[in-house]
């Protein structure tokens, strides 16, 4: 059990490493500002719907909403995610003070149809993927991904574990050009904290990935 612990921190940092590698944080910072200022019109905000119930459509239907030239505020809290999710954000803020707590459903998320696929080195599995371009995602150190890892650790305890079967990575950023990820916290990674996959620009600050739940 220790070293599966180990092993998904150590992956963790050298994404983390990676990502970071090519960042650009002075032009990304000036081109959020200017959109704060002159482009922001739409604001969606949303807060959990409470326990037993699935909040997948509300933060699908903000992001479809928000996520293009406006503004998402997630309200603290507990947000229940019962299926994969693409955000796709352009000039877009998005303030997420809660955790997006995705289902501890091993079978299910096992499915290949479950997950993307668009991280190719390893052909790894996704249930969280960012896209886009000119964005800042804020977790604000109080919120990020809950993972549910532990259950994932204790099932991969007695089982064979391989590239590309089926454990998603808690954060995936993929074809994404100048995005920013603040403040974002990963509770309990099934497997990877992170991947960035076909994307430039991107500036990770204050990340947090924490295997201990
Ligand atoms: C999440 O939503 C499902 C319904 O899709 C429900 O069965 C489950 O209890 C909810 N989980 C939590 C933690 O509220
Ligand atoms: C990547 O994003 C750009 C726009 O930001 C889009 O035109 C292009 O089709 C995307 N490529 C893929 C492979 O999704």
Known sequence: MIS???ISCLLAICAFTSASASSLA???STATATTTENKIAKTCTLRPLGHGRDDTDQVEAAIAKCGHFGHTIFAPGEYN???KMTWDLVESTVDLHGYLNFKPDIQYWLQPENTYRVIFIQNQASWFVLTGHSFTLNAHNTGGIIGNGQSWWSYFATRAREDGDGRPVALTLSNVTRGIVKGFRIEGQPFWCNAVAD?????YE???CNCDE
């Open 206 to 208: 204050g990340m947090v």
């Open 4 to 6: 599966t612990l180990f």
């Open 81 to 83: 995610i019962t299926r």
């Open 199 to 203: 994307s430039r620009e991107v500036v």
């Open 26 to 28: 002075s032009s990304a």
